[in-house]
């Protein structure tokens, strides 16, 4: 991992930043394609190919991989670690098929098993809003990582369309 006092920037080694951002994604367990889906969930307007490139070539040291991707990948890393801290007294039960479930605040996670060893997430809000599905997992744990920032994901939109309402709400009564 680079640190700021330890790497001047313009000391810093393309190998050493390739080693970085591998570094991080192993921690993550993600692919390039889970970043670049990271990406697109976060704003990034471009391709999937087109970031997949950018990425891939990032790691082949054919780039020089940038600070924004470097930083945001890093954040990830720092989010991960927030959200295993959260949500580490989850009880999951598995079910009779399976599927592992938990409640969480207002929201059922479900993580089914699917072929090849892959788990598909679910999250459901009780008022039936379901959050836009992720790529299947690999692993349980791996599936359970990515359901927390699913969860995190859906509370926020929830929220936001709260929000949202209000301000409606409030431009209706002026």
């Known amino acids: 991992m680079i640190e700021d006092d330890d790497f001047p920037s313009e000391k810093l080694d393309t190998a050493v930043l390739v080693d970085t951002l591998r570094e991080d994604l192993d921690e993550l367990n993600w692919t390039p394609a889970a970043l670049m889906d990271r990406m697109r969930s976060l704003g990034d307007y471009r391709s999937p190919a087109t970031i997949l490139r950018g990425i891939n070539r990032a790691l082949e040291g ?23 801290r959260t949500f580490e007294g989850t009880t ?50 791996a599936a359970k990582h990515m359901a927390f920032i699913t969860l995190d994901n859906a509370q926020n939109w929830l929220h936001e369309c709260a929000e949202e309402q209000a301000s409606e709400a409030a431009k209706e009564s002026s």
């Open 92 to 141: 999951w039960a598995e079910l009779g098929d399976g599927s592992h479930t938990a409640e969480v605040g207002e929201f059922r996670v479900t993580l089914v098993p699917r072929s090849k060893g892959r788990w598909h997430i679910l999250v459901v809000h009780e008022n039936g809003y379901c959050a836009p599905y992720p790529r299947w997992q690999d692993t349980l744990e």
């Open 62 to 84: 054919q780039i020089r991989p940038s600070g924004e991707l470097l930083a945001l990948v890093r954040q990830a890393v720092r989010f991960k670690r927030r959200l295993q």
